[in-house]
């Protein structure tokens, strides 16, 4: 598809304060988009919309709180006079074998990524309907291939990409597209978050390549651009990735046998590993659970 100018669009990224929605936010602020940042940092999320081009501004909000989103939505809707672009960008990970994973950092990997996706789209469906606007969903190559010790991770993000093509087909004829993005391992807070545990940074290192690399971010996210400018059903942060999809239905075999082997050898060093949320994004999401429950 041609390209479609991003000057004067109005694009809403989740997740914003800092990694792939924080350097989206500025790129596409570049190109001329008006920006609408959200997240749980508030402070973090000014300092982005400070730093932007152009006209933005920042909401406070949990993506798993339909009410608050909705008040952001309708918030947003005053602010700009109207939404284009939606990215669905927030997530957080957690790692360990399941069965000594913490419950509820498990449950809360699905909730932001699956359910905050699935709210977020909700709350800003009515105004991508005004303006024949686009959704993406960003997902993973973990939603195209099993990891073991990333069960919640894979889980989510193969959930959010199903519930992105279901998506796709029930607005398509609404003038509404939908598309969903797929990175590997980026150089993002959360990828080095994940990489202080040295069982999972070095199971990580034995991946085959080119699934045991850290991409650098900026390449990535200009490949999103890319694809929000041509509103693509599929996105790829990595190029590879795209041929992934060919062999995906091989992959939970072929990981069920490989994962078997690489467990054993590890088996040794998996007790005490840390079980809840990493990364910056991780902890504020801890705090502010935290603070709720105060």
């Known amino acids: 598809m041609s390209r479609v100018s991003l000057e004067g669009q109005v694009a809403v990224v989740t997740g914003a304060a800092r990694g792939v929605g924080e350097l989206l ?10 920006i609408a940042l959200v997240g749980l940092e508030p402070d973090a999320l000014k ?20 009410e608050a989103m909705t008040r952001v939505a309708a918030e947003v809707k005053e602010r700009f006079g109207k939404v284009d672009i939606v990215v669905a960008n927030a997530g957080v990970a957690n ?7 913490d419950p509820q950092s498990w449950r ?6 699956l359910i905050g996706s699935a709210v977020t789209a909700r709350a800003f469906l009515p105004l991508l309907k005004e303006s024949r606007g686009y959704l993406l969903q960003i997902a993973s190559l973990a939603a195209i291939t099993p990891a073991p010790m990333m069960s919640a991770y894979c889980a989510s993000k193969a959930g959010v990409e199903a519930y992105a093509h279901c998506l796709r087909a029930e607005v398509g004829h609404q003038g509404v597209r939908v598309g969903v993005g797929y990175l590997s391992w980026t150089d993002t807070d959360m990828v080095r978050g994940a990489d202080q545990d040295e069982v999972m940074r070095e199971l990580r290192q034995r991946l085959p390549w080119p699934a045991n690399k850290t991409y650098p971010l900026g390449p990535a996210v200009d490949r999103i651009v890319a694809g929000i400018e041509r509103r693509s059903a599929h996105v790829y942060g990595q190029g590879w990735l795209r041929g992934m999809q060919g062999v995906r239905g091989y992959l939970p075999g072929l990981i069920g046998t490989v994962g078997q082997r690489e467990m054993r050898r ?26 709720q429950r105060s």
């Open 25 to 34: 936010a500025r790129k596409l602020s570049a190109r001329g988009a008006k």
């Open 47 to 66: 300092q982005v919309s400070e730093r932007l081009h152009g006209d933005s501004d920042h909401w406070h909000a949990d993506v798993t709180d339909h």
């Open 95 to 101: 790692g360990g074998p399941f069965a000594d994973s």
């Open 108 to 113: 809360r990997v699905v909730e932001v990524n």
């Open 266 to 291: 590890f088996a040794p060093r998996l007790q005490g590993m840390r079980t809840g949320l990493v990364g910056a994004g991780g902890s504020a999401d801890e705090e502010t659970r935290a603070t």
